[in-house]
Nanobody, 122 residues
Framework: VQLVESGGGLVQAGGSLRLSCAGSGRTFSNVAMGWFRQAPGKEREFVARISWTGGGTVYADSVKGRFTISRDNAKNTVYLQMNSLKPEDTAVYSC????????????????WGQGTQVTVSS
C-alpha cells in the first residue's frame, strides 16, 4: 500500500502549483485524506482534509481561500491546488489517508506518503 505525492517544485511568490497524491495497493475512496506540511526547523502542520465523499473539506486558517483540496476516487487520487503562494508556504508537503476523528493530527492517519518539496521564492 502506497501514497505517492507529486507536483512539487520551485515557484515565485504569487504563483500556483497543483500537488497530487496517488494511492495504490488498496482503494482509498472510502477514507478521508489529508495534506500536511513541514518546513525546516518546524513541526509538521495540518493543511487540509477532505472526507471520503469529497463533500466535506477543512482548511488551516493559513491557507484558507488560497488552497483547494479535491479528490478523484476513480483515480484513487487526492489533489491540492495551491494559489497565491507565499514564501512561508515553503515546506515538504505530505498526504495521509485514514479514518480518524482527529484529522489535524498526522499520527492518527493509517497511511502516509513520503512528501514532495514546495519552494516559494520571494
Amino acid at each position: 500500500v502506497q501514497l505517492v505525492e507529486s507536483g512539487g517544485g520551485l515557484v515565485q511568490a504569487g504563483g500556483s502549483l497543483r500537488l497530487s497524491c496517488a494511492g495504490s495497493g488498496r482503494t482509498f475512496s472510502n477514507v478521508a485524506m489529508g495534506w500536511f506540511r513541514q518546513a525546516p526547523g518546524k513541526e509538521r502542520e495540518f493543511v487540509a482534509r477532505i472526507s471520503w465523499t469529497g463533500g466535506g473539506t477543512v482548511y488551516a486558517d493559513s491557507v484558507k481561500g488560497r488552497f483547494t483540496i479535491s479528490r478523484d476516487n476513480a483515480k484513487n487520487t487526492v489533489y491540492l491546488q495551491m494559489n497565491s503562494l507565499k514564501p512561508e508556504d515553503t515546506a515538504v508537503y505530505s498526504c495521509a489517508a485514514g479514518t480518524t476523528n482527529y484529522y489535524r493530527d498526522y499520527a492518527t492517519y493509517d497511511y502516509w506518503g513520503q512528501g514532495t518539496q514546495v519552494t516559494v521564492s520571494s
